[in-house]
């Protein structure tokens, strides 16, 4: 029987090894094979697709179209579990201030810059922006069943961030997972097949693996 295979989307931009390892730690007691790749036709025949992200949104995009791989994520998106990270969510909306640059338009919304300045955290210390470090994530959003990926994680877990810009997404239902850093924002956003998020799991411990473990066994 074939085994299964999850995509890692090589564009050029992303935290490659960090995310490929951890799936990898994950994928070998599921018996899945993980690619890292930057060709267009070994995505399109994964069974899953992870698309990490980092640095300027604008220079994601731009080296996403340069690689041929564009159309490869959005075939994915339309045909099978899709996980966006970090950058990689934040490209999944329809634009970002940073810039400003177009998104892929998979989910309806914005991305935009925290707007801190001057302000204080509980205590007393001035936000920064990036937002690095830990921070809690809740999932119980009051609007019944959580998203199926954050099985066996506890709401208000901790996950590893790093970020100035943020996902706005038009439709509430979008939003799966909130966090807070001076207002509430969307860390965890998913359409369908597509589930993505502001935060690295990859850096995030045991939380972080089992997110990545869920999205292996997930049938949307």
Known sequence: M???????????????????????????????????TSDAQAVRDADRVVLPGQGHMGDCMRELAASGLQEAVLHAAAHKPLFGVCVGMQMLLDRSEEGPTQGLGLIPGEVVRFQLEGRRQADGSRFKVPQMGWNQVF??????????????????AYFYFVHSFYARPALAMSSV????????FAAAIARDNIFATQFHPEKSADQGLALYRNFLSWNP
């Open 139 to 156: 999932h119980e959003l009051g609007r019944g069943a959580t998203h199926p990926l954050w099985a066996g994680i506890g709401d208000g």
């Open 2 to 36: 074939k085994r299964k295979t999850v995509a890692v989307v090589d564009y050029g931009s992303g935290n490659l090894r960090s995310v490929s390892q951890a799936v990898r730690h994950v994928a070998h007691a599921e018996s899945v094979e993980v690619l890292v």
């Open 177 to 184: 997972g909130e966090a807070d850093y001076g207002g509430r």
